[in-house]
C-alpha cells in the first residue's frame, strides 16, 4: 500500500495517466490524495473526472477555485472565462453524474498518515485557525456544496469581502471567507486579511503582506500542511509545509509526492507536461 499526494491538475488527463502509470498505482491497493483544480484550462477535464470517480475512495479529492467555479458555471451562476474549458465537462453526456460527484469532494482534509497528523488544503489556512478547526470550517462549504441550496450558495459565492475571519460571522459572508482562505489565499496581513491580486511568487506580495504560511504564530504551524494553488511558488518541502502545484497545465511538472513509513520518508515523483495554456 502507498499514499500519494498530487499537485493540480487542471484537466491534464494524459499526465496524470503518465504518472501514475509511473507510480505503478493500483486502486485496490494505493491511495491517491489530490489537492483540488482537478478542472479547467487543461484539454481534457470531464477525462479526469471519470478517472477520479472510477477509482472510488482510492481517490480522495479536494475542490479547489477551478472546480467551485465549473459548478458555479454549470449553474448558470457565472459565465465561462475566455481560457475556460468547462463545456468538456458541462456538455457530456454524463456531465450531471460528473458533476454530482464534484460537489461531494472536500474542502479540507486532516488525515492520519504514516502514523503522523496531516493537514490538506488547496490553497491556504487562515493564521489563527487551527488544524481542526480548519476541518470544521470547511465541513460548513461542504454542507452547502451537497445540500438543496446548492445554487443559492454558489450565487453568493463569489466576491472579496470580508477580507478577514471573524467567529461571528454568519451565513453568506462566513462561508465566503472560508471558501475565499481555502481555495483562493496565498498573501495575508500578520492578523489575516487577505489580499487576491497578487499571484505571483513570493516577492509579488504586496506592502504589509506576506504569504500565509509565513505568519508569525499560525496556530497549524505545528501540523504538517500540503496545498497546491500557487504554480509559481513550484514545489517546496520546508518545514512543516509542501507545496505540490508545479504548474502541469502551463507546461510544467505534474508532481506526486510518496508518503512512506513516516512524513519524513518522502519521494517526489514527477512527469513533464505539455503547456495547455500560456500564462497571462
Known amino acids: 500500500m502507498?499514499?500519494?499526494?498530487?499537485?493540480?491538475?487542471?484537466?491534464?488527463?494524459?499526465?496524470?495517466?503518465?504518472?501514475?502509470?509511473?507510480?505503478?498505482?493500483?486502486?485496490?491497493?494505493?491511495?491517491?490524495?489530490?489537492?483540488?483544480?482537478?478542472?479547467?484550462?487543461?484539454?481534457?477535464?470531464?477525462?479526469?473526472?471519470?478517472?477520479?470517480?472510477?477509482?472510488?475512495?482510492?481517490?480522495?479529492?479536494?475542490?479547489?477555485?477551478?472546480?467551485?467555479?465549473?459548478?458555479?458555471?454549470?449553474?448558470?451562476?457565472?459565465?465561462?472565462?475566455?481560457?475556460?474549458?468547462l463545456h468538456h465537462v458541462i456538455d457530456a453526456p454524463?456531465?450531471?453524474?460528473?458533476?454530482?460527484?464534484?460537489?461531494?469532494?472536500?474542502?479540507?482534509?486532516?488525515?492520519?498518515?504514516a502514523g503522523e497528523t496531516l493537514l490538506m488544503v488547496h490553497a491556504g489556512v487562515l493564521p489563527s485557525w487551527t488544524a481542526t478547526q480548519t476541518l470544521m470550517l470547511a465541513a460548513e462549504v461542504e454542507d452547502a456544496l451537497r445540500g438543496p441550496g446548492l445554487s443559492d450558495f454558489l450565487h453568493h459565492m463569489y466576491g472579496n469581502e470580508p477580507a478577514a475571519w471573524d467567529d461571528e460571522l454568519t451565513g453568506a459572508s462566513r462561508l465566503r471567507v472560508i471558501v475565499n482562505a481555502l481555495t483562493r489565499l496565498r498573501f495575508c496581513t500578520a492578523d489575516g486579511h487577505m489580499e487576491f491580486d497578487a499571484k505571483e511568487g513570493l516577492d509579488a506580495a504586496p506592502p504589509g503582506y506576506m504569504p500565509w504560511y509565513t505568519v508569525p504564530g499560525r496556530k497549524t504551524a505545528g501540523v504538517q500542511v500540503a496545498f497546491g494553488h500557487w504554480s509559481t511558488l513550484g514545489f517546496m518541502d520546508r518545514g512543516g509545509l509542501w507545496s505540490l502545484d508545479t504548474g502541469c497545465v502551463w507546461g510544467g511538472q505534474l508532481s506526486a509526492l510518496r508518503v512512506g513509513a513516516t512524513l519524513a520518508d518522502r519521494e517526489l515523483i514527477q512527469v513533464p507536461c505539455p503547456q495547455a495554456q500560456r500564462p497571462g
Open 2 to 85: 502507498a499514499i500519494y499526494l498530487i499537485g493540480d491538475l487542471q484537466g491534464c488527463d494524459d499526465p496524470l495517466a503518465r504518472l501514475l502509470d509511473r507510480i505503478d498505482f493500483s486502486p485496490s491497493r494505493d491511495t491517491l490524495f489530490v489537492l483540488g483544480d482537478l478542472v479547467n484550462r487543461g484539454p481534457a477535464s470531464e477525462a479526469v473526472l471519470r478517472r477520479l470517480m472510477g477509482y472510488g475512495h482510492a481517490a480522495r479529492c479536494l475542490l479547489g477555485n477551478h472546480d467551485l467555479h465549473l459548478l458555479a458555471a454549470a449553474h448558470g451562476v457565472r459565465p465561462a472565462h475566455r481560457k475556460d474549458t
Open 94 to 113: 454524463d456531465g450531471p453524474a460528473l458533476l454530482d460527484w464534484l460537489r461531494h469532494q472536500r474542502m479540507a482534509m486532516l488525515e492520519t498518515v
